[in-house]
């Protein structure tokens, strides 16, 4: 039987079809091609910058920090939690709602142009639109809500450190009075009912404010808040970026065409 040398024979196609000297050998005889391809599409790309519109950007930073003499000692985790808190008020749905409405846009597309992003102890709000003007309205608007925002939060957490002191005092009072009598007034109170009416009266005022505060501790800080937003700017334009990608892709064009021409080719 006739041995069968299939194998001698794909090596010598797959040799003939992958040959690294030959390949570098026509891409250097027809260098023109490459060249051309590298130019005309980094003109191409250079031409796609001046069609896409530009992107603008306005915004406002808000400073903030900790208060350890109003908070204690915190973790690094507890202190992350404390700001990010702060940021989320900041930039909560309802706020966003209501730039959608200044806007008169849906909610989800002005709600993909918000940015809040913290940078240590800076809150960086901005506003990304190919408009300039409304980049520079929603901030303004933005900053509106932030500063009433601002306001309102340290009031509600000042106001829930006060009633949660109240009522550590009253706690702490009718543990050292379990011992009197029923018919002596309680912590200055008439009553037992009375000081326990108030109890509860001053837990569901404690958990209002702490609601209305969102988790944003009294101890939390801000610096000084600009009273108008950065004037819009442009921030995403990248001609070079748009210019190298095309030349790259006319560069890769240019070899496959310079490789496909048959070796006897002279360009």
């Known amino acids: 039987m006739a041995k069968k040398k299939p194998l001698p024979a794909r090596k010598a196609m797959l040799s003939a079809s992958f040959e690294p000297l030959s390949l570098l050998e026509r891409s250097l005889r027809n260098w023109w091609m490459i060249a051309l391809g590298f130019l005309l599409g980094g003109v191409l790309g250079s031409l796609t910058w001046t069609v896409l519109p530009p992107v603008y950007e306005s915004g406002f930073a808000i400073p903030s920090s900790i208060d350890f003499t109003i908070t204690g000692e915190l ?19 309802a706020i966003k709602e209501k730039l959608a409405a200044t806007a008169g846009l849906p909610f ?40 009433s925002e601002i306001a309102a939060l340290r009031t509600h957490a000042v106001a829930a450190d006060a009633l949660s002191r109240r009522l550590s005092s009253l706690e702490d009072c009718l543990a050292h009075a379990s011992a009197a009598e029923p018919s002596q007034a309680l912590c200055g109170f008439a009553d037992t009912q009375s000081f326990f009416s108030e109890l509860k009266t001053l837990t569901g005022k404690l958990n209002e404010e702490k609601a209305l505060s969102q988790g944003v501790s009294s101890g939390v800080v801000f610096g000084e808040i600009p009273s108008q937003p950065d004037p819009a700017r442009i921030v995403i334009r990248q001609r070079g970026l748009l210019t190298l990608a095309g030349a790259l892709i006319g560069l890769l064009a240019g070899i496959a065409m310079a490789l496909s021409l048959p070796r006897n080719s002279h360009g």
């Open 75 to 93: 973790t690094q985790m507890e202190e992350d939690l404390a700001m990010e808190a702060a940021g989320a008020a900041l930039s909560k749905p």
């Open 108 to 147: 989800a597309e002005v709600n993909a142009m918000l940015r809040a992003e913290r940078r240590i102890g800076t809150w960086i709000m901005t506003v990304r639109s190919p408009d300039a003007a409304l980049a520079e309205l929603l901030a303004g608007e933005w900053l509106v809500h932030a500063h």
